[in-house]
């Protein structure tokens, strides 16, 4: 065996930490060269899928779809020959608002005093027309205001995206593909008919349309020519949007002479297990259960089925609501929505505001722990559906039902104080 000097060993240790450093070092920069060439892979895989081949063939099975429903070539170049998807439609559609908002905030916003002299201004201007409509349609002309209102705050904001470019965006993506693809197909139908040109048909980033935002699907079922000029025109003209909004309601089931619902008091140890839009009573059963007007008197007598709900849970304002209400959850499923309209269309014409209990908390809640509320009760055995931060019918069954073991006001609502009692589960 041969001894190497002292001298050469750490000149080949030397020789040896080198070309590790080195290694190293080209391992480094090559390991960044990769990841960067796979990223520009990325990109450019997303950018073709997007605006290249994959999107050029999605289009391409679009229009043959299209014309097998009876859409000609001229509508089709007309609409789609430089559609492109759009990335705020996208942005806008992944990030719903953050923060749920109670009842109490979300009415406030929506009628407040300034709304409610302005539709009054805009009931009285419109009147002769909406007696007109109200007589073929059976819609009284307040609600016609008050969804007018709502929407599209009498006309000025009907939204600035291409209709087609949205719809195309949406129907591409694969989030509610088959939903949009629908809705765009029912676009190209209007265009084909004649009732608007593509670049004219604007809306909302998700394909709601004109004065009272249809969307394609219901402006196809619904919409009415009321001048007679031969297109059923809800972006300019007045007469042909209340007239199609006063039929999507009449076709809906709108009870005619019934108001939507009204806001009442409920007796102490009331079961609030009831307090559901799945459980109908008379007016007289719920008399007898100790519901009353707000003044305290009695309900009135009327042959009707109502529904009791809280939409702020059991220290929150209790509604009897009726056919009208879920004919207006029609138009849109949202419960506070729903109020909105017929405490508006109230306000309108001279009723009272909506009374709210000092004891109603108007904390809200964030969409994180609206899903840490579904998740902790399906962690307990308590089916509350996806934990997307969405609750709905699944969500509030399941917190009825754990209200339940805990000796809770069983409101199906998620409070604050709800999210307490699961965390210490």
């Not at 190293?24 to 990109?43: H, I, L, S």
């Not at 409509?133 to 709502?150: C, M, N």
């Not at 009415?224 to 909004?245: E, H, R």
């Not at 008091?265 to 519901?291: C, H, M, Y």
Request: proline share 5%; net charge positive.
């Amino acid at each position: 065996m041969t001894l190497l000097h002292p001298k050469n060993l750490a000149l080949k240790q030397s020789i040896f930490t080198l070309i590790l450093v080195l290694g190293f070092a080209y391992m480094a920069v090559a390991g960044q060269v990769y990841a960067q060439d796979c990223q520009k892979q990325a990109d450019t895989a997303t950018k073709d899928d997007i605006s290249g081949r994959a999107f050029k063939d999605w289009i391409k099975s679009l229009r043959t779809e299209a014309r097998g429903a009876g859409i000609s070539d001229r509508t089709l170049d007309s609409a789609l020959s430089d559609v492109s998807p759009v990335k705020r439609v996208i942005e806008l559609d992944r990030h719903q608002p953050e923060f749920t908002r109670t009842f109490h905030d979300y009415l406030r916003r929506r009628v407040n005093p300034e709304r409610i002299k302005r539709g009054r201004a805009m009931l009285s201007k419109h009147r002769g027309l909406l007696e007109e409509i109200f007589h073929k349609y059976g819609v009284p002309p307040r609600y016609i205001i008050a969804f007018w209102g709502l929407e599209t705050n009498f006309g000025d904001h009907l939204g600035s995206f291409k209709v087609v470019d949205a719809l195309v965006t949406l129907a591409y993506d694969q989030r509610r593909a088959d939903f949009f693809r629908g809705q765009l197909l029912d676009a190209l139908r209007i265009i084909e008919q004649g009732h608007i040109e593509p670049d004219e048909m604007t809306g909302s980033w998700a394909g709601a349309m004109g004065h009272m935002q249809f969307l394609p699907s219901t402006f196809t079922g619904h919409a009415v020519d009321y001048t007679g000029d031969g297109s059923k025109d809800i972006w300019n003209s007045l007469p042909d949007a209340f007239a199609s909004a006063a039929n999507f309601l009449s076709s809906s089931g709108w009870q005619p002479g019934q108001s939507w619902g009204r806001q009442v008091i409920l007796p102490e140890n009331f079961d609030f297990e009831l307090a559901s839009l799945q459980r109908k009573k008379t007016i007289e059963e719920w008399s007898k259960l100790g519901v009353r007007r707000t003044d305290g008197t009695a309900l009135p007598q009327a042959d009707m089925e109502a529904s009791l709900i809280l939409p702020q849970g059991h220290k929150g304002p209790a509604f009897l609501v009726y056919k009208n209400f879920r004919v207006i959850m029609r138009w849109n499923r949202s419960v506070n929505y729903a109020i909105s309209v017929g405490h508006l269309a109230d306000r309108i014409v001279g009723m009272p505001p909506i009374k709210f209990s000092r004891n109603a908390k108007h904390k809200t809640l964030s969409h994180n722990k609206l899903a840490e509320i579904q998740q902790l009760l399906n962690r307990l055995g308590f089916d509350a559906g996806p934990e997307d931060g969405l609750p709905g019918t699944r969500t509030s069954a399941a917190i009825r039902a754990f209200q339940k073991t805990q000796s809770l006001p069983q409101d199906g609502y998620p409070s604050p104080l709800l999210l307490e009692c699961l965390r210490a589960q």
